[in-house]
């Protein structure tokens, strides 16, 4: 199965700073079928981004993804507080579906 | 709007089973598969099965084959999880998601507890 490692595991910013979350695949996502999602606690996970670089419905465009092959990134151009989550990645081009360990963002 | 309900917390000892619920709304639900994915305590999100609510056509993770079984009820647009042979590992947040692709809606979760 497809590995997905995120880095850092922890990114401490000031609002209005930029965000920079990275996960590099184990082998090449096929399909560039790539998502992120946050997660707030004891809430469920949001999806952010789909198809590596497509904002989900109602997600604000300071959020964006980039990137093909096995390395991905997730953007938040300004940070605002109530962007403290986990985030993770997730790869649903091969099965089974797998998820990185994710990013905590704390502002 | 879509809506994924799920059944409430269960606690169950060592060996039972655990059924969980997820009831959609706002959609068709034979349109669209529903995964089942879990988190373990400061683990990463586990897929552990898929089942295409069109036709009931179903997938499970290698590591659960045997032990999981996805069900749907087209009529009621509830699909079901059931894990047998619970272990103390099996202590989980168990989500459903839609998607036939990106997992667009979740679950509000289902804490299961194994311990005796």
């Known amino acids: 199965e497809i590995v997905l490692t995120q880095s850092p595991a922890t990114l401490s910013l000031s609002p209005g700073e930029r965000a920079t979350l990275s996960c590099r695949a184990s082998?090449?996502?096929?399909?560039?079928?790539f998502a992120w999602f946050q997660q707030k606690p004891g809430q469920a996970p949001r999806l952010l981004i789909f198809d590596a670089s497509n904002r989900a419905t109602g997600i604000p465009d300071r959020f964006s993804g980039s990137g093909s092959g096995t390395d991905f990134i997730l953007t938040i151009s300004r940070l605002e507080p109530e962007d403290v989550a986990v985030y993770f990645c997730q790869q649903y081009g091969d099965s089974p579906r797998t998820f990185g360990q994710g990013t905590k963002v704390e502002v | 709007q879509v809506q994924l309900v799920q059944s409430g917390a269960e606690v169950k000892e060592p060996g039972a089973s655990v059924k969980v619920s997820c009831k959609a709304s706002?959609?068709?639900?034979?349109?669209?598969?529903i995964h089942w994915v879990r988190q373990a305590p400061g683990q990463r999100l586990e897929w552990m099965a898929w089942i295409n609510a069109g036709n009931g056509n179903t997938k499970y993770s290698q590591k659960l084959q045997g032990r999981v079984t996805v069900t749907s009820d087209t009529s009621a647009s509830t699909a079901y999880l059931e894990l047998s042979g619970l272990r103390s590992e099996d202590t989980a947040v168990y989500y459903c998601a839609r998607g036939n692709l990106p997992n667009d809606h979740w679950g509000q979760g289902t804490l299961v507890t194994v311990s005796s």
């Open positions: 706002g959609y068709i639900f034979n349109t669209y598969a």
């Open positions: 082998q090449s996502i096929s399909g560039n079928y």
